[in-house]
């Protein structure tokens, strides 16, 4: 079995900063891609950013310049760090990556369970 569990949400005030953390755990014989995505109340899930296996970065317009995304291959761990916090920031956070384990033969996308994330004005 393979699982991603988030952590480092919270309550931030305007302009704070705080980094998300995603730890893969289980029967990991690989991972391409992972990302971060957010949803807030009432909206769709959306992409925030995501990061290659090589190290390659796409963010989305909104937090660019704003957040990074980063990754520890040795860990399996990725990384969000999220710097002059919005309001419009506020959401669940969920990471989610591209996963091959020992007893598969192909990749499959696995989510977390999301953290939540609140900017206060």
């Known amino acids: 079995q393979v699982q991603l569990v988030e952590s480092g949400g919270g309550l931030v005030q305007t302009g704070g900063s705080l980094r998300l953390s995603c730890a893969a755990s289980?029967?990991?014989?690989?991972?391409?891609?992972m990302g971060w995505y957010r949803q807030a109340p009432g909206k769709e899930r959306e992409l925030v950013a995501t990061?290659?296996?090589?190290?390659?970065?796409n963010y989305a317009d909104s937090v660019k310049g704003r957040f990074t995304i980063s990754r520890d291959n040795a860990k399996n761990t990725v990384y969000l760090q999220m710097n002059s916090l919005k309001p419009e920031d506020t959401a669940v956070y969920f990471c989610?990556?591209?996963?091959?384990?020992?007893?598969?033969?192909?990749?499959?996308?696995?989510w977390g369970q999301g953290t939540q994330v609140t900017v206060s004005s």
């Open positions: 990061i290659t296996d090589g190290g390659g970065t």
């Open positions: 289980g029967s990991i014989f690989s991972i391409n891609a």
């Open positions: 989610n990556a591209d996963i091959l384990s020992f007893y598969s033969s192909k990749y499959v996308l696995t």
